[in-house]
Each structure stands twice: as structure tokens, then as C-alpha cells.
């Protein structure tokens, strides 16, 4: 689950009950700055989200990861 700190349209209690609804083991959670949107197109989604994002599906894939 990914939660945005200052989310109003889906505040990070709602989207944290989303981990108990699905069926998978992995719960991991990721808290990240700013709104619904900065979140995942403001100026530092690049360093903050993605790069996080990016990792946690490469630990899952079984793929070696991307070397720039």
C-alpha cells in the first residue's frame, strides 16, 4: 500500500485497511510526502516514490536489477 501523508481523497488510514481486505502475504507499506497528486507527479516523486517503488518491485520479480 502506498500512502501520500497529506492525501484528503484517500487518506492513509483507508488505504492502509486496503492490507487487510486482499489476500496477499505481502503487507508492506510505503509512506510518502504531500497529496493525492504531489505524491505521484510533485517534484521529488522521482527520489521519493519511484525510486522506492522501483525497488520493492525488483525485490519481488527475480530478476536482477536495472544497472544504469
Given at each position: 500500500t502506498i500512502t501520500a501523508m497529506e492525501d484528503h481523497l484517500c487518506p492513509p488510514g483507508a488505504a492502509e485497511a486496503l492490507n487487510a481486505a486482499v489476500s496477499s502475504l505481502d503487507e508492506t507499506s510505503v509512506e510518502?510526502?504531500?497529496?493525492h497528486l504531489g505524491?505521484?507527479?510533485g517534484s521529488a516523486a522521482?527520489?521519493?516514490l519511484w525510486t522506492r517503488l522501483v525497488d520493492w518491485l525488483e525485490a519481488r520479480s527475480g530478476h536482477h536489477p536495472i544497472v544504469d
Open positions: 510518502v510526502p504531500g497529496g505524491a505521484v507527479i522521482q527520489h521519493v
